[in-house]
């Protein structure tokens, strides 16, 4: 659409969202594409605004000046002095589509097509206006100022057009010298802000939103855009300026300026980490000549980030104060911020997080701005962080969309108008280059990058009298093919040798984060290359601008102009593709690779056995080219390793064969006692069975199951060869069960050692697989043992936390169970265990906190466990299998803020459990499991309000863990989970009466001395004894203590968050802790003496509630209800008192919950 009429067509005009102008006819079609190098006074609207985002006027709208009168389109207003008109509609549109041909005749049949499409009529409609508009701007038709009236052709502007941008009117005749007004592949910079045109609605819409978060004191807003968008330079050549102008150069003020800026590349980082580029960007901050931040070096600032932040805002704070500046804040601008989302591997995801967390803080303290440019392909990995997406929903994100026509016309007529160039025409002389290029750019993806480039390229080649060639234009294959051939041109002009550096040259300066993922750019220092041919090869790209030689650290490196290169160039998206695999593994192991080598290359750092160092040695083998010299090291060294570990393991077998030798001429000398030996070995088999399979079961509900950890490795032994060559099915059937018992001793539920657990499942698996049963084996125990591999595989990785392998386990745990049930379709055994089956696949669910899901999956597995029980009703396992669905169904609906459905389900449990209990008095599994149920109980009473009820039942479940653990102090499944029960009583009774602080101090260091367990469930325990802190503090009313141990406890929680950022627990505990900030706030609040001049009060607990509500949110939506939720509406409630959350205050309640804190809440 139009940008002079978008935001206020004419009637009948073009509507908003169409393309280019109204259709001319034919007959006048040349006419006006004639006009081709006119300025249109608007630049392009920034697309993509956030429902609910920063709404302040931007100060850019259709805005231009017209002589001394400033044209408003966007309101149909004229501004002069104090002398402001209101136009019509229709005068407004003919005065914009005149303005948009300065100094060109407009005739009336053009005017007419563009301002009354799609209706006939004669010239006097145009005349009328015509008058009209004469007589508002106060001009004459006999000695006209603005609009001059050519005798029968039309009417043309004669007035002087100024652009406005945030930098004030800019003039766009003859202001650039000497010098090209296009950038080539380098992005805009502030030394050419005076050519920088076309987004100015965008530099004022990112203006408004860094002001409009500044005033919510979140000052963090993140630029988003496709690569070659144009986010760098509409940042450094018209941003920067923009907040560095005057105050009165602005169209609008939008209420924040800057002292200073910086910019860190982290695309650029070289040998450097993300904290040292951080913190080389914080020493270039200088106000009147002087550092903000003196005193310290880049590795000891980036120490204080790493270590410190707060440190560093203190000494940031004190500088500000110094120099007057508070209010007036630094702008740090994190470019190309993918480029540590896209570090991949567990390593660099972790160091992302860390870097964050960094940023997060900075943010938090209120005393600079940051501004965060990121390609929108890596959103997916950018929202995997809390900080970057906080205040979405409120526009703290702007997409900022390609260009439409009109801004690209801006983008390529103006900067040429300033420099005086010309735009030829064909050889028919009906066709101008600027329309061409407009035109060729409006169907490039990469227009921007490709537009530029190119217009550098007819610059450096122009004709005499400083004309843009179209015949230049067509030699170098026009905007698409214009990067490609040029490139292709100055490789074809080098020496042989350095053409064949070619390929040695891109693995350096090429990356790839995966294999679907679009190349960027590496930065690849200048001591990389490989020989005298490839630093030849750099520095002739150099020249020819194809790459960009700069300094990182000290340390001269290369990196490519622009990454629209890489998809341009036929010969690089060729060898890309080629190697595609190849690149994105080496990648992948960067970040391994970078820790080996801060640890002084400790062999332990080196690439572990597996998958990974696999693919690594075999592309090395086939592609070692791609890989440099330290890449090289690091691969080989890791095989080396490996290798030794392989000769160890060898040796070992060696050993293993000579005893069996010696054994085997044993066995010869003593062939007359064979016979005997055979008996024996019978027996030894018997006794391996026995102690493997029928001891096992009798062991498991007593919780003794340990005490065949090391029986059972001997047992192994004695069973089989250990290829299982010649065995029936009912012996591998044995072997296997032998196995599994060895994998659930072993595994995260026992004594913890997992890999000798999943080795020995997954032998038994491989087992059970290649056995096919023969009707001497029993079908239901095939198939139990390998459902039970499966699920103690799946339970390990859920342990873990790795939800998706456990889904895969689980499933084929679920495949086993109705391969059985298939097999016995009466056997109501088969139909329990595919009960079990499918509880388990909830259970992942759980864990991810797809609370629906999860309930759906229990909700069949009671079903089917129900239905084994109606088949057995004397089964005790099915009772306990019954019991666990309820159990289940209860924690689901206690997460989801129902505590009377989860009471139903958890009361069903527990008689059920009772009654085994009663039943079986020493197995202490069942015991524990009571126990298990009764912590919950107790949950669902706290959440309906019964506090001296779930106290004296969550009391009971503590004793009966304790029991259970008496019988079995090895077990550290088992003792995590006391301490963590223990944690939870703690933190319960802290409510109401404040807990002895050498409680608290014992409990801790209990929790810190227990041996094994799960680290979640140690960490979730030393967060609930924080957490109780705050608590006991506040039961006090020791208000400032409970904001003091709060932030500790909160960054207890934000380490939990970040590996766990869907448990329910962990989010349960984060809302009880907000509660009790938001009390001390609301306390501290009320308490302040009321201020005369509120202009020195200081601020409202507002902000804090903001960011406490912004904290819980993901819980809320993820559609957790009880504490969490009840914290976000007292947060929303404290952070915008007016608003009411009519609907979440329902949900809160709904379900039978009473809120623990309802003064907090909105009445």
């Not at 004229?78 to 589509?97: D, H, I, K």
């Not at 009960?835 to 999956?857: C, H, I, K, P, R």
């Not at 089917?864 to 159990?887: C, N």
């Not at 209990?917 to 298990?932: E, F, N, S, T």
Request: with cysteine; net charge neutral; charged share 20%.
């Amino acid at each position: 659409m139009d940008p002079i009429t978008d935001n206020g067509p004419a009637p009948g005009a073009n509507a908003p969202g169409s393309a280019g102008r109204p259709a001319l006819p034919p007959a006048r079609k040349a006419d006006v594409d004639a006009r081709a190098d006119a300025a249109n006074p608007r630049a392009s609207v920034a697309r993509g605004e956030a429902a609910g985002g920063a709404a302040a006027d931007t100060g850019a709208g259709t805005r231009f000046m017209l002589g001394d009168w400033l044209v408003d389109v966007a309101a149909r207003r004229l501004r002069r002095g104090e002398q402001t008109l209101s136009l019509e509609p229709r005068p407004m549109a003919v005065l914009a589509a005149l303005c948009r041909h300065p100094g060109e005749v407009m005739g009336a049949e053009a005017l007419l097509a563009a301002c009354w499409p799609g209706e006939s009529l004669g010239d006097n409609p145009v005349h009328k206006v015509m008058a009209g508009l004469r007589k508002a701007l106060d001009d004459s038709a006999t000695a006209p100022r603005y609009i001059e009236t050519i005798r029968k052709q039309g009417y043309r502007v004669v007035a002087p057009i100024g652009v406005l941008s945030a930098l004030g009117t800019r003039s766009h005749e003859g202001a650039w010298r000497d010098d090209s007004p296009f950038c080539g592949l380098e992005p805009f910079d502030e030394a050419h802000a005076a050519v920088f045109f076309g987004r100015d609605d965008a530099v004022a819409a990112l203006q408004s939103r860094l002001a409009a978060q500044w005033r919510r004191r979140q000052p963090l807003v993140v630029l988003l855009g496709p690569s070659g968008s144009g986010k760098t330079s509409l940042v450094q050549a018209g941003l920067l300026p923009a907040l560095r102008g005057q105050p009165e150069a602005r169209l609008a003020a939008t209420g924040v300026s800057i002292c200073a800026s910086a910019t860190v590349d982290l695309a650029s980082l070289g040998d450097l980490d993300p904290w040292s580029a951080l913190a080389g960007g914080l020493l270039d901050w200088d106000w009147e000549g002087q550092p903000l931040l003196s005193g310290h070096s880049i590795t000891s600032l980036a120490e204080l980030l790493r270590e410190q932040p707060q440190e560093v805002l203190r000494l940031l704070g004190i500088a500000l104060e110094a120099a007057r500046l508070v209010g007036t804040p630094p702008l740090l601008v994190l470019d190309r911020l993918e480029a540590v989302l896209q570090a991949a591997g567990p390593e660099g995801a972790s160091l992302a997080a860390r870097f964050i967390a960094t940023i997060d803080t900075l943010v938090a303290s209120g005393q600079l701005l940051v501004l965060a440019l990121c390609r929108n392909d890596f959103y997916p990995a950018l929202a995997q962080h809390p900080t970057l997406m906080r205040d979405k929903e409120q526009g703290a994100h702007m997409d900022l969309a390609p260009p439409d026509a009109d801004a690209l016309a801006q983008m390529i007529r103006l900067p040429a108008r300033a420099a005086g160039l010309v735009f030829a025409t064909d050889a028919s002389g009906l066709n101008r280059l600027d329309d061409r290029l407009s035109t060729d750019a409006m169907q490039a993806p990469d227009a921007l990058p490709l537009l530029q480039y190119t217009l550098q390229a007819l610059y450096l080649g122009r004709a005499a009298g400083d004309v843009l060639s179209w015949d230049a234009y067509e030699a170098m294959g026009g905007l698409e093919g214009a990067i490609g051939r040029h490139a292709e041109a100055v490789l074809a002009g080098l020496p042989t040798s350095q053409q064949e550096a070619l390929v040695r040259l891109l693995p350096r300066i090429v990356g790839l984060a995966s294999e679907e993922a679009t190349p960027t750019s590496r930065w690849a220092s200048a001591a990389s290359l490989g020989d005298d041919h490839e630093r030849a090869l750099a520095h002739a790209f150099v020249e020819a601008r194809l790459l960009v030689a700069d300094h990182v650290a000290g340390a001269t490196g290369f990196r490519v102009a622009h990454e629209a290169l890489l998809r341009r160039w036929p010969r690089v998206t060729a060898w890309v593709a080629q190697h595609r695999v190849t690149l994105a593994l080496r990648d992948e192991l960067r970040p391994w690779m970078q820790r080996w080598v801060e640890g002084g290359g400790a062999p332990q750092l080196l690439l572990p056995g597996g998958g990974l160092l696999w693919q690594a040695s075999r592309a090395l083998r086939q592609s070692s080219a791609l890989f440099g010299p330290e890449e090289q090291r690091f691969i080989a060294q890791s095989l080396a390793r490996l290798r030794r570990q392989r000769r160890l393991r060898w040796m070992g077998l060696a050993l293993v064969v000579m005893l069996a030798g010696v054994a085997l001429v044993a066995a010869i000398a003593y062939g007359r006692q064979a016979r005997l030996a055979a008996d024996r070995e019978r027996q030894s088999q018997r006794l391996a069975s026995f102690m493997l399979g029928d001891l096992a079961d009798q062991l498991r509900p007593i919780g003794k199951l340990d005490l065949l950890s090391r029986i059972a490795e001997q047992g192994v032994r004695v069973l089989a060869p250990a290829d299982g060559a010649g065995e029936s099915a009912a012996e591998a059937l044995q072997r296997a069960k032998a196995l599994v018992v060895i994998g659930e001793v072993n595994s995260s539920r026992g004594k913890g050692r997992t890999d000798v657990a999943v080795e020995a499942l997954e032998a038994a698996r491989r087992l059970l697989l290649a056995a096919h049963p023969t009707p001497d084996v029993d079908l239901a125990d095939h198939y139990r043992t390998l459902g039970a591999s499966a699920f103690w595989l799946g339970q390990m990785a859920l342990d873990s936390g790795d939800a998706a392998a456990a889904m895969k386990w689980f499933g084929a745990y679920r495949e086993a169970c109705e391969t059985w049930r298939e097999a016995m379709p009466e056997d109501a055994t088969a139909q329990m265990e595919w009960g079990y089956a499918v509880n388990s696949l909830g259970s992942t669910a759980f864990q991810q906190g797809d609370w629906a899901e999860a309930q759906l999956w229990f909700g069949r597995a009671l079903s089917q466990k129900r239905e084994a029980l109606r088949r057995q009703p004397d089964s005790r396992t099915a009772q306990g299998a019954v019991a666990g669905s309820e159990l289940w169904l209860g924690k689901v609906a206690l997460v989801r803020g129902e505590p009377r459905e989860a009471m139903a389900h958890l009361d069903m449990a527990r008689d059920i459990t009772v009654a085994l209990v009663k039943a079986d008095p020493d197995a202490r599994i069942r015991a524990r499991q009571l126990g298990a149920i009764d912590l919950r109980r107790a949950d669902a009473m706290r959440a309906m309000g019964r506090a001296d009820e779930a106290d004296s039942v969550m009391a009971d479940a503590v004793q009966r863990i304790e029991a259970a653990v008496s019988q079995d102090p090895d077990n550290g499944y088992w003792t995590m989970e006391l301490a963590h029960a223990r944690a939870t009583l703690l933190l319960m009774r802290a409510d109401q009466s404040p807990a002895a602080p050498e409680h608290i101090s014992a409990l801790r260091a209990s929790i810190q001395a227990a041996p094994g367990g799960p680290s979640f469930s140690r960490r979730d325990a030393l967060a609930r004894v924080a957490v109780a802190e705050v608590a006991s503090a506040a039961a006090r009313q020791a208000w400032g203590d409970v904001l003091r141990l709060a932030a500790s406890a909160r960054g207890l929680m934000t380490a939990l968050t970040t590996e766990w950022p869907r448990h329910w627990a962990v989010q349960d505990l984060s809302g009880r802790l907000a509660l009790l900030e938001l009390r001390a706030l609301a306390a501290l609040d009320a308490q302040k003496a009321p201020r005369a001049d509120k202009a020195l009060a200081s601020p409202g607990p507002q902000p804090r509630c903001a960011a406490l509500a912004a904290l819980l949110w993901p819980a809320v939506q993820g559609g957790q209800g009880g504490m969490p939720l009840e914290a976000w509406l007292a947060a929303r409630h404290c952070e915008s008192p007016g608003q009411a959350e009519t609907d979440f205050q329902r949900r809160l309640m709904a379900g039978g919950y009473v809120p623990a804190q309802a003064a907090l809440l909105p009445p």
